[in-house]
């Protein structure tokens, strides 16, 4: 039962341009999502997180969107550089209770 | 600051043989551990975690067994390897949120 799903095993933007990585959840309980990035052969790295109060969150380049009536939060990355190629892993977890993930998605940035 | 620590890096292990990889943080006290494998096509699956000394929850029935004994040492062990332990374990600690991953363990049971 996979209560965090990305959908796209992979996906390829030109560099400059928006990476949108997508990310549906089944558990209405979920409080709490974040995106975490990962490169081969090392731990992932945390990017982003938001809380179900929120719809929206930004940081930079990167920003989270969340719909709950929808069961869905995507991150957005603009503008897209060579060094955005990675695993993007979307997380979930109900506060103070063990965070679930996605099985990822592989960002290219293509030159 | 915090900081974790995990090794080793590789390790590759016959079918049969025991596993033990070590984990240990530094800069916190009593946090959450965690022990996660990414395995091909898999993502990252949960496989326990732990809310205290001796506290150990295990999430997938398997192989492999875990153990808390100090605050900030959590240990992944199996008595006998199978193949379809092969994967990349990474342990994490969390107060509070967000989870902070170590580098992780490449492990190839051949």
């Known amino acids: 039962d996979q209560q965090v799903k990305q959908n796209s095993p992979s996906l390829s933007v030109q560099e400059g341009r928006i990476s949108i990585l997508n990310c549906d959840y089944t558990?209405?309980?979920?409080?709490?999502f974040l995106w975490y990035k990962k490169y081969p052969a090392e731990g992932p790295t945390f990017l982003i997180s938001?809380?179900?109060?929120?719809d929206k969150n930004e940081d930079g380049r990167f920003t989270v969107f969340l719909n709950k009536s929808a069961k869905h939060l995507s991150l957005h990355i603009v503008p897209s550089q060579p060094g955005d190629s990675a695993v993007y892993f979307c997380?979930?977890?109900?506060?103070?209770?063990?965070?679930?993930f996605g099985k990822g998605t592989r960002l290219h940035i293509l030159p | 600051s915090q900081t974790i620590h995990q090794w080793p890096a590789t390790l590759v292990q016959p079918v049969g043989s025991p596993l033990s990889l070590e984990c240990t943080v530094e800069?916190?006290?009593?946090?959450?551990l965690y022990w996660y494998r990414q395995a091909a096509g898999r993502g990252l699956q949960l496989l326990f975690y732990?809310?205290?000394?001796?506290?150990i929850s295990s999430e997938v029935p398997q192989n492999l067994s875990a153990s808390r004994p100090q605050d900030r040492q959590f240990i992944l062990s199996s008595k006998k390897l199978l193949l379809s332990d092969s994967g990349f374990y990474l342990c994490?600690?969390?107060?509070?949120?967000?989870?902070?991953f170590g580098n992780g363990t490449r492990l190839t049971v051949t």
């Open positions: 994490a600690w969390s107060i509070n949120s967000p989870l902070h």
């Open positions: 732990s809310v205290g000394i001796g506290q």
């Open positions: 558990n209405s309980m979920f409080d709490y």
């Open positions: 938001i809380s179900s109060i929120k």
């Open positions: 997380a979930a977890s109900r506060r103070d209770d063990k965070i679930i």
């Open positions: 800069g916190t006290s009593n946090p959450n």
